[in-house]
């Protein structure tokens, strides 16, 4: 099952300030261990909501209004993602326990969503084979 | 020979001898990605040197070595269990070039065996296995795996390095399962080998030269393994099929890349060696004297096509009993379907339609287009042009392949105005 984690944006990563050395190594490290275990999908920092922009839909059939950010960060913004395969939630959790993150600057938080599975019961190459010779068959 | 060209030669070397090293490897170390890391470590070197001191004479046996070597230093400095360390240093001290070419050439076999049933262990997801396959045996770089299955690189590496994990953590053992066990598990290699090769060929989607690598290296890994297994009836029979599909590669598309029906197609075109090779193993697996699998029962059915000088030739008798052999061996609504569309071209639409009336009943069929759709084609040719049109309209409205859907109208509508003007 996949898994987003999504490390919410800070006053201090809106304001674009080094988070420093200390917690990049951290971060590199926590990105080989998952890499090591197989787990790692995808690791992405962005930047900060200043570089964004919004699509807003007042109501449905109007047209939309286009915002520039920067947006408040109490609008749950978000900072980096981190998205990884693992076989159970309490093995996501995990992994989001042991995500670092910056000293002293202020409250911040991970968020984790499930991802919906894609849909992958086993193929059976047979049947396939032979649904696509009838298919073959009807001209299809 | 240039430096690129060197490089172009050992890609090719590794191509053929990795898997066979990864293999010898993997007996002796007794760790799957410990021994593709000491394989990759030898042709590292071999890269540095080659181009240089030229390519050696036997390659694959300079690889063996140099990655023995590597095991050895490796074993060296970690200090890893007596044991291991006794029995490489055994092998090394015993190996000549003329054991090197016996190993690679024999015994060689047996590891190769032990590990594809390891990369396609039941305890790894079907995923996992088919690319954990496709690296180790077939050589493929996480690159062209990606490419090959439309699916991210990362994707792809996370995926091999967890299954390698994972056989570990399982301690799945580096060895050719017996007895009962022996039926199962060979037939989750097969399927391995015939999702990659199906993945392949039933593509229309991809990059020209990552699908037809598929179908290749399945055909390729197939052979190996009924050359390896040759008392399994079922090996043969997945090689005869995929060799057989393999022929009409070329011809079932044209130029613009759109596919071309099997009745369509031009059947000089069909390369007369792989129906050739195809045949013989059919034969094969028929002289072994077992009833024949699913695998040999597929390919006796595409055989039946590959004989055909023309559509008319084809012996739809024939195939409607294969199919029906099929049906008790591994019952499934696409088989049912299939077989109705032999029995009526064998006897007549009216067969046909008679036993596709009976599986209108069946559960499993409902809301399955392609029951309908034979059954449109079957009403048609009776002449019943009006039901016919409403069951390709019922089908077009239970597939959500837009593709398919507007085919199903157009074969509607056909009928339809076919009706009209009678």
């Known amino acids: ?140 | 020979m240039s430096v690129s060209q060197t490089h172009r030669t050992i890609d090719t070397i590794w191509r053929m001898e990795s898997p066979k090293l990864i293999a010898g490897l993997t007996r002796m170390v007794r760790d799957v990605g410990l021994a593709e890391d000491l394989a990759q470590d030898a042709l590292v070197i071999a890269l540095d040197r080659w181009p240089s001191s030229g390519i050696p004479d036997k390659p694959g046996a300079w690889l063996m070595t140099t990655a023995k070597r590597r095991a050895l230093d490796l074993l060296r400095r970690n200090k890893l269990r007596d044991q291991k360390y006794v029995e490489i240093a055994r092998e090394i001290d015993l190996y000549t070039e003329d054991d090197i070419d016996r190993a690679l050439d024999g015994e060689i076999e047996d590891d190769l065996l032990r590990l594809i049933f390891m990369t396609c262990h039941p305890v790894l997801s079907q995923d996992a296995r088919v690319a954990l396959t496709l690296r180790l045996l077939c050589g493929l770089t996480t690159d062209e795996i990606a490419r090959s299955f439309l699916i991210a690189e990362s994707t792809v590496a996370q995926r091999i390095v967890r299954a390698k994990r994972t056989l570990n953590m399982e301690k799945v053992p580096f060895e050719v399962p017996a007895g009962k066990e022996l039926g199962e598990r060979l037939s989750t290699v097969l399927e391995v080998i015939y999702l990659m090769f199906n993945e392949g060929y039933s593509a229309t989607s991809g990059q020209s030269w990552t699908r037809p690598l598929l179908c290749q290296e399945a055909l390729r890994l197939g052979r190996v393994l009924a050359a390896i297994a040759p008392g399994e009836p079922e090996a043969h029979g997945l090689v005869a099929l995929m060799e057989i599909q393999s022929s009409r590669l070329k011809t079932r598309i044209n130029a613009q890349g759109e596919p071309i029906l099997l009745m369509d197609q031009n059947r000089a075109l069909w390369d007369q060696l792989l129906i050739r090779r195809g045949l013989a193993a059919l034969e094969r697996a028929q002289r072994l004297g077992r009833t024949l699998g699913p695998y040999a029962l597929q390919a006796s059915i595409t055989a039946c096509h590959a004989v055909a000088r023309t559509p008319s030739d084809t012996d739809w008798i024939r195939i409607a009993a294969l199919y029906e052999a099929l049906l008790r061996q591994t019952p499934s609504p696409i088989v049912e379907l299939n077989r109705a569309v032999a029995i009526g071209m064998a006897f007549g639409p009216a067969y046909g339609l008679q036993l596709v009336e009976e599986l209108n009943k069946e559960p499993s069929l409902q809301g399955y287009h392609l029951l309908p759709s034979v059954r449109g084609d079957l009403l048609e040719k009776l002449g019943r042009l009006e039901e016919a049109s409403a069951e390709f309209e019922r089908a077009a409205a239970m597939t959500r392949n837009v593709q398919e859907q507007a085919l199903l109208f157009r074969r509607a509508a056909e009928c339809k105005q076919e009706g009209e003007r009678t």
């Open chain 1, 1 to 140: 099952m996949r898994y987003l984690l999504m490390m919410r944006a800070t006053g201090f990563t809106e304001a674009g300030m080094n988070p420093g050395g200390t917690y990049k190594e951290a971060v590199k490290a926590y990105r080989q261990s998952l890499a090591k275990a197989g787990v790692l999908l995808a690791a992405e920092e962005l930047r900060p909501s200043s570089a964004g922009i919004r699509v807003v839909y007042l109501s449905g059939g109007d047209a939309p209004e286009v915002r520039p950010g920067p947006f408040p960060i109490e609008q749950g913004l978000i900072a980096g993602i981190t998205l990884i395969d693992v076989d159970t939630e309490e093995e996501a959790l995990n992994w989001a326990l042991r995500m670092p993150i910056p000293s002293g600057q202020g409250s911040c938080g991970i968020e984790l969503r499930r991802l919906e599975d894609r849909a992958v019961h086993p193929r059976d190459p047979r049947q396939t084979a032979m649904e696509a010779e009838l298919k073959d068959y009807l001209q299809l």
